[in-house]
């Protein structure tokens, strides 16, 4: 059977989509649409999270009911949340997304410069680092009592601006030597605060400790600057970068042994975390076994009903927090971010025949988990952002849980694609 990878249609790609999700699913629930359909009223609620400057609000959850209110900007779930529009072929609204990001790293540029001149950081450091909530209309800093810390920020943008890059887009703006000044200056910010050897907060924002998924993503986005060959499998042609940002080999290597020594454990306190799946992907910065290492150790022990649960004894939304083992919120995002990782060994045996085992073994545990998302997303095809007590929160969908589903629907389709032509 032949699979056709589904792109979204361009009215679909405006600033808000022109059918209203309810219209889509005409009286039907989400999980009776047939697979291209899915995809299509997925991408809609993730779109009504997106604002009118290429932003996404993590959720839109105002506070109203208790807790931290999510109607407002993550960086890092904003460029995690833009993702899908690669996936479905709407790459002007991913460069924008990350124009975004680069327009809050020079507005709050003075904390970069600065701190590139200072030691590490521990606490909240409220004054000194970039905030990682920002009000989505004023870019203005929310919050101060907050793990402001967060390395993986940074690696994620210098990893997705240099793949973006390397596939021939222009996502940065017309003043190139201002921003090729602000990336090295990253650079410098990240030399200078230790990323190496020093602990940040992390994808969850805790901490401070050493955390391999942090460590991971600041040597993923530096390797793909470093331009040495290690992501070159991933494009068609070769568009050098390594002169516009360089990045000594030393650093490569500070960070590989970091990695090294860390693995297969997240950090100290955590042998196994979800967020270890991003080493994977969006990635890929570990070796073939390392993967395969990370993915057995997070189904044994993270696995669970309603969705993958971020590490064991996690107080948040704990549904007993006097007894936390075995009563921790479980992320639908989880089995996303399990879904696509399995598709990409797939694709990645199917490029390099690298990994172990046939592809088809791992499309079959990637089909799975996106089953198993589908049946706790809601009748209406929203992915809560976890459930506590078998109940989802407020945070319903969470923009970046939304985004991966979009991802992990397409990179199967892109996956059995591959298989229809060998």
């Known amino acids: ?113 600065s701190g590139a001149r200072k030691r590490h950081y521990l606490g909240s450091c409220a004054t000194e680092a970039i905030h990682a909530r920002i009000h989505p209309v004023t870019l203005e800093e929310i919050t101060s009592e907050w793990g402001h810390h967060q390395l993986d920020i940074f690696g994620l943008f210098l990893y997705k601006t240099g793949d973006l890059i390397k596939k021939g887009h222009n996502v940065i703006p017309t003043d190139q030597t201002e921003i090729q000044i602000l990336l090295r200056d990253i650079v410098l910010y990240l030399t200078t605060v230790r990323w190496h050897s020093d602990p940040d907060f992390g994808v969850w924002e805790e901490g401070p400790e050493q955390h391999a998924s942090s460590i991971g993503a600041v040597l993923a986005g530096l390797t793909m600057w470093h331009d040495d060959g290690y992501y070159h499998y991933k494009y068609k042609s070769h568009i050098p970068i390594h002169h516009y940002l360089p990045v000594p080999q030393e650093f490569i290597e500070q960070g590989r042994s970091t990695l090294e020594r860390l693995l297969p454990s997240e950090s100290a306190s955590r042998p196994v975390d979800l967020a270890q799946l991003s080493l994977i992907w969006p990635y890929y910065i570990i070796s073939d076994s390392q993967a395969l290492q990370v993915i057995a150790s997070v189904e044994k022990d993270l696995v669970r009903k309603n969705g993958v649960i971020r590490y064991a004894g996690d107080l948040y939304y704990n549904s007993d927090r006097t007894s936390p083992l075995g009563n921790e919120a479980e992320w639908p995002l989880g089995f996303a971010w399990l879904s696509i990782v399995y598709s990409q060994l797939a694709i990645k045996a199917l490029k390099t025949g690298a990994i172990f085992g046939p592809p088809i073994e791992y499309i079959v545990r990637a089909e799975q988990y996106l089953k198993r998302l589908e049946q706790v997303m809601t009748a209406e095809g929203l992915v809560p952002e976890l459930y506590t007590a078998g109940r989802p929160n407020y945070n319903v969908p969470l923009a970046w849980a939304q985004s991966f589903y979009v991802v992990a629907r397409q990179n199967l389709n892109r996956v059995r694609e591959k298989m229809g032509h060998r």
């Open 1 to 113: 059977m032949r699979y056709h990878v589904p792109m979204i249609p361009l009215d679909l790609k405006r600033e808000r989509p022109v059918l209203k999700v309810k219209e889509a699913l005409r009286g039907r629930s989400f999980s009776e649409l047939p697979e291209n359909e899915k995809l299509l009223v997925a991408y809609r609620h993730l779109e009504e999270l997106r604002q009118i400057n290429g932003g996404y609000v993590a959720s839109d959850y105002c506070g109203d009911k208790g807790g931290d209110r999510y109607n407002v900007f993550w960086l890092r779930d904003i460029m995690y949340a833009t993702y899908a529009n690669e996936y479905v072929g709407a790459y002007d609204k991913l460069i924008e997304s990350y124009r975004l990001i680069i327009r809050i790293f020079q507005k709050y540029r003075h904390k970069i410069t």
